[in-house]
């Protein structure tokens, strides 16, 4: 079974900050797999990148997604107000632990 | 407007069981397989599985196995996720999640619920 591990746990930045944010899954993965989600409070996730480096509709250019095999991560330059949440990756029916993205 | 609608609030007893809906609107429900996600408070995201509407078919987390049943209604573009033997672990929000791919099952949940609090209590 495949475990993902999400760090660091919290990230404290402040707006107009990047944010770099790093998922390693137990094992190589096919990248094709590989997704990120947003949850602001109190909210349904929100799909982000897929297929590791892929924005979903909608998505701003300031996320980007790379990575292969074990190591991915999560980049958002120019942080907003709206994008302090926590962020959660995924490779099929895992979902790392999360991290969450909060106001320095 | 692609959109999944959930059923209310539920609160239960342990032991019994719980039935949330999903009822989709805005695009083929039978071409994009649906799965079922849950959040303990402040915890993470839980996969527990999916149901392929157009034939029924589904795929559980092996942690559900045997507690859980999704079904869907095709004549109303709803799916169906219950789940019986419920204990006080059970109390978390619940979400439907279309699949993202066409008439497969590629794990990529672009369309989500707005969740179903179920909350197990004596």
């Known amino acids: 079974e495949i475990v993902l591990t999400q760090s660091p746990g919290t990230l404290s930045l402040s707006p107009g900050e990047s944010a770099t944010l790093f998922c390693r899954a137990s094992q190589s993965v096919s990248s094709t797999y590989v997704a990120w989600y947003q949850q602001r409070p109190g909210q349904a996730p929100r799909l982000l990148i897929y297929a590791a480096f892929t924005r979903a509709t909608g998505i701003p250019l300031r996320f980007s997604g790379s990575g292969s095999g074990t190591d991915f991560t999560l980049t958002i330059s120019r942080l907003e107000p709206d994008d302090f949440a926590v962020y959660y990756c995924?490779?099929?029916?895992?979902f790392g632990q999360g991290t969450k993205l909060e106001v320095k | 407007q692609v959109q999944l609608v959930q059923s209310g609030a539920e609160m239960k007893k342990p032991g019994a069981s719980v039935k949330v809906s999903c009822r989709s609107f805005?695009?083929?429900?039978?071409?994009?397989?649906m799965h079922w996600v849950r959040q303990a408070p402040g915890q993470g995201l839980e996969w527990m599985g999916w149901?392929?509407?157009?034939?029924?078919?589904?795929n559980y987390a092996q942690k559900f196995q045997g507690r859980v049943t999704m079904t869907r209604d095709t004549a109303i573009s709803a799916a169906y996720m219950e789940l019986t033997r419920l204990t006080s672990d059970d109390t978390a929000v619940y979400y439907c999640?279309?699949?993202?791919?066409?008439?497969?099952?590629?794990?990529?949940?672009?369309?989500w619920g707005q969740g179903a609090r179920v909350t197990v209590s004596s």
């Open positions: 999640a279309r699949d993202q791919q066409w008439l497969d099952d590629y794990y990529v949940m672009d369309v």
């Open positions: 149901i392929n509407p157009n034939n029924g078919g589904t």
């Open positions: 995924q490779y099929r029916g895992t």
């Open positions: 805005g695009y083929s429900f039978t071409a994009h397989y």
